[in-house]
């Protein structure tokens, strides 16, 4: 009997084949919180393993990997892209101080390849297990006619909890506290508009040698997004007089750091603070442009940006070099400028503090 749903294009077996796959890597995510198994229509999550708190408030969070999927279709290689999506999404809910608790995918695909969909699952499971996250979910859909058969696009949102009061914000922030920058491991997930762009402007492919990059374009450019989560929970619990915290994505850095800074707060970042990584230079000279033109659409290095008080800034750097990520302080809080030109101020409907890059890179 001919099944009308597979002539269409949608194979349902290979749907349950990818699941088959995945099980093994999800299932090592869960903790006494996850009740139920696959197949459900909803996940499930006890919030009473979380713990104890006074006035619990949960933060959400939700996110994709954009155009870096292309890269991974260029190569074949899918096993990243998830730390990628959990890079992302997770990222931003230790921004508010939030521990995460759960997260949800979803992939859309024009053809469901059941190993291409395990390896992308699997990336997800690794990295929500390095950062506390339980994976209670998510959903894979073919879409024939839509998407061509190896395209794919991945989607997720997170839930973590905080106590009230230990809620992160620009309202902590004070006049003489510290930015710590916590070193990117390079583009993370944000500005491949512009990579691809350029590298199409040098008639140069994804899977072209390029001695500018120091190797395979898309091998070198798919080093998947740093996790911070883990890191900045334990300076948390530590006690660490951290007061706000920008993860730097869309935008670049002045930009992301305005948004949690008081309007009438300023952070000036010294460019020769730090050692930009040969990736972003490499690609700033292939597209003719210098580094400052680049300033609000990558990172440039900095992957995390802490506010906290001074005499705690060694200890957030000592915590971080201590989890394996370069850290330094890269400026001070002040007063806001009477005069805002060559600033920038708040970003994303934020009124936020001002925020100005000074000086040349190293």
Request: charged residues 20%; aromatic residues 4%; proline residues 4%.
């Amino acid at each position: 009997m001919t099944d009308p749903y597979a002539s269409a294009g949608v194979d349902t077996e290979a749907g349950d084949r990818a699941v088959e796959l995945m099980k093994a890597a999800v299932s090592r995510t869960h903790g006494p919180g996850v009740l139920g198994g696959f197949g459900g229509f909803a996940g499930l999550f006890d919030l009473s393993a979380a713990g104890s708190y006074a006035k619990p408030l949960l933060a959400t969070s939700t996110d994709g990997v954009g155009t870096k999927i292309a890269l991974a279709q260029a190569i074949d290689k899918h096993d990243t892209i998830g730390q990628d999506l959990v890079g992302m999404v997770v990222d931003d809910i230790i921004v508010v101080g939030a521990k995460p608790l759960f997260m949800t995918d979803y992939i859309a695909t024009g053809k469901v390849v059941p190993e291409r969909i395990a390896d992308i699952v699997r990336g997800i499971a690794e990295a929500c297990a390095a950062t506390g996250t339980a994976l209670v979910g998510g959903e894979t859909a073919e879409h024939p006619g839509l998407m061509q058969p190896d395209d794919y696009d991945v989607a997720g949102a997170a839930v973590g909890i905080v106590e009230a009061d230990a809620v992160l914000g620009a309202e902590r922030v004070r006049s003489g506290d510290v930015v710590v920058a916590m070193a990117s491991s390079g583009l993370h997930s944000n500005g491949f508009s512009l990579v691809r762009h350029i590298l199409a402007e040098r008639s140069i492919a994804l899977t072209d040698r390029v001695d500018e990059l120091g190797g395979v374009a898309a091998e070198v450019l798919l080093e998947p997004t740093r996790l911070y989560t883990s890191p900045l929970l334990g300076m948390l619990e530590a006690g660490l007089g951290i007061r706000s915290i920008s993860h730097v994505t869309g935008g670049g850095i002045a930009a992301n750091l305005a948004r949690v800074l008081p309007q009438q707060l300023a952070v000036e970042i010294d460019r020769a603070g730090w050692q930009v990584p040969e990736v972003f230079d490499a690609l700033a000279q292939l597209g003719g442009f210098p580094l400052t033109d680049a300033e609000g659409t990558w990172n440039l290095g900095l992957g995390m940006l802490v506010v906290v008080d001074e005499a705690d800034a060694a200890g957030v750097i000592a915590a971080s070099e201590a989890a394996g990520i370069p850290a330094r302080a890269v400026g001070g809080v002040q007063d806001a400028p009477a005069d805002f030109a060559g600033w920038v101020r708040g970003a994303k409907g934020v009124d936020g503090g001002a925020v100005r890059l000074s000086g040349t890179y190293r």
